[in-house]
Nanobody
């Protein structure tokens, strides 16, 4: 069983920054590729970023490339999403996911954390 708990969401002004965290627990979680998806109001959930199990490889959606950075602390079983230069269109519920393959989500999801970008 893998459990994922996100934190760090909130209200941020356009151009601002925010760091999301995903605390993972479970016997085999350190062997999973992990990442973030997001769902804006009225839209489908979309891929944001992923990181390999060892942290060596990352991939990003074009819409966030150059602004967001994904990282993981293997010892702490935690994945981070540093979001800079935030735009109103980044407003969404951000979900942590474990077991990602390519751009497809794995079976394990957190409950999500809401990020609102607004002045």
């Amino acid at each position: 069983q893998v459990q994922l708990v996100e934190s760090g969401g909130g209200l941020v002004q356009p151009g601002g920054s925010r760091r999301l965290s995903c605390a993972a627990s479970g016997r085999t979680v350190s062997s999973y590729a992990m990442g973030w998806f997001r769902q804006a109001p009225g839209k489908e959930r979309e891929f944001v970023a992923t990181i390999s199990w060892n942290g060596f490889f990352t991939n990003y959606a074009d819409s966030v490339k150059g602004r967001f950075t994904i990282s993981r602390d293997i010892a702490k079983n935690t994945v981070y999403l540093q979001m800079n230069s935030l735009k109103p269109e980044d407003t969404a519920v951000y979900f942590c996911n474990a077991g990602i393959k390519g751009l497809s989500p794995g079976n394990y999801w957190g409950k999500g954390t809401l990020v609102t970008v607004s002045s």
